[in-house]
C-alpha cells in the first residue's frame, strides 16, 4: 500500500508559480510510474506529466510551463508551475503506480485567478 501526500497549492495570479510535491510513505524507488493529473471545475480529470522508468511526458497543454521530478532519496515527486493561467485552475492529485495497482493522493487546490 502506498500513501500519497500532495502540497503546494494554493491562490496564485495569472503569470506566477507554484510547486507541488507529492510525498509518499514508501521508498519509490521501485515504483516505476508517478505523476500528476488535474480535475479543472465540471471537468474530467486529465493527465498534467508523468515519468515512467525514467521518461518524462507533458500534456501539450502545460508543455514548455510545467516541470516534473522526482527526488528518490526524499520519496517525493514534485511539480514546478510556471506562467500559470486562469485554466490551470484544478485540483491536482498525485498518481503512483507499482505492480499494476494505482494509488492516489487526496489532491491539493491550485487556483490562478487576479
Known amino acids: 500500500q502506498v500513501q500519497l501526500v500532495e502540497s503546494g497549492g494554493g491562490l496564485v495570479q495569472p503569470g506566477g508559480s507554484l510547486r507541488l510535491s507529492c510525498a509518499a510513505s514508501t521508498s519509490i524507488r521501485n515504483i516505476y510510474t508517478m505523476g500528476w493529473y488535474r480535475q479543472p471545475p465540471g471537468k474530467q480529470r486529465e493527465l498534467v506529466a508523468h515519468i515512467i522508468n525514467g521518461v518524462t511526458n507533458i500534456a501539450d497543454s502545460v508543455l514548455g510551463r510545467f516541470t516534473i521530478s522526482r527526488d528518490n532519496a526524499k520519496n517525493t515527486v514534485n511539480l514546478q508551475m510556471n506562467s500559470l493561467k486562469p485554466e490551470d485552475t484544478a485540483v491536482y492529485y498525485c498518481k503512483a503506480t507499482q505492480y499494476g495497482i494505482s494509488y492516489w ?10
Not at 493522493?105 to 487576479?114: A, E, F, H, N, R
Open 105 to 114: 493522493g487526496k489532491g491539493t487546490l491550485v487556483t490562478v485567478s487576479s
